[in-house]
């Protein structure tokens, strides 16, 4: 009965490889959220969906692209990985946009080598 | 732009001290105010929330009240265990953005 769960939870990979993320929340939120978390813990938000419809799209390389099937999923995909991609990534929904507080994952641990 | 600072850590205690650990934000408009905690190895926790000024935000012995003449949100606690141990994020919302901010985040560390 996870209410965000991400899978997979760690993801070892090399460099140039392409990897996909998956999100899914059973809360009936109508926003996803993808963050990421340098090894200093500061969180940046990468994207945000309202909808299936892209809300936020922040400087983040075009090697990151998200998608939205439906309002229940996001899923995050990354081509061509370099080293500085290493990071813990965060999903995250909420009811409305930020105004309510969000539900996170528990993140997957990205570690290119 | 809206902004969230909060004090550098890592914030070293003894268990059963008192905690302050300081935030102060830059906002346009009413935001929703937020103290997320994550564990180690473990997502964010939405820990307590207020939601206009003067509100009083409390979960777990920790409380924050939203003072708006000082544009702050200090979580605080009476008395700290080990199992406190954690990172703490001070975060906005509901502002004039659509995301929530959050703060670089403080290291809590408590000793038996």
């Known amino acids: 009965d996870t209410a965000v769960s991400q899978t997979p939870k760690y993801l070892v990979t090399q460099m140039g490889n392409d990897k996909s993320i998956k999100c899914e929340q059973n809360?009936?939120?109508?926003?996803m959220y993808w963050y990421k978390q340098d090894s200093k813990k500061f969180l940046k938000i990468m994207f945000s969906?309202?909808?299936?419809?892209?809300?936020i799209n922040e400087t983040v390389p075009n090697r990151f692209s998200p998608k939205s099937p439906d309002k229940a999923h996001l899923n995050l995909h990354i081509n061509s990985l370099e080293l500085g991609d290493s990071a813990v990534y965060f999903c995250?929904?909420?009811?409305?946009?930020?105004?309510?507080?969000?539900?996170f994952g528990s993140g997957t641990r990205l570690t290119v080598v | 732009g809206d902004s969230v600072t909060q004090m550098e850590g890592p914030v070293t205690l003894s268990e059963e001290a008192f905690l302050t650990i300081n935030c102060t934000y830059t906002?346009?408009?009413?935001?929703?105010l937020f103290w997320y905690v994550q564990y180690p190895g473990e997502g964010l926790q939405l820990l307590l929330k207020?939601?206009?000024?003067?509100d009083k935000g409390s979960n777990k012995g920790f409380e924050a009240t939203y003072r708006k003449e000082t544009t702050s949100f200090h979580l605080e606690k009476g008395s700290v265990q080990v199992s406190d141990s954690a990172v703490y994020f001070c975060?906005?919302?509901?502002?004039?953005?659509?995301?929530?901010?959050f703060g670089s985040g403080t290291r809590l560390s408590i000793r038996p």
């Open positions: 207020a939601t206009k000024a003067d």
């Open positions: 906002a346009t408009g009413y935001p929703s």
């Open positions: 975060a906005l919302g509901g502002s004039s953005a659509s995301k929530i901010i």
């Open positions: 995250a929904s909420s009811p409305q946009r930020g105004e309510y507080g969000y539900t």
């Open positions: 809360l009936g939120h109508d926003t």
């Open positions: 969906y309202n909808n299936k419809e892209l809300i």
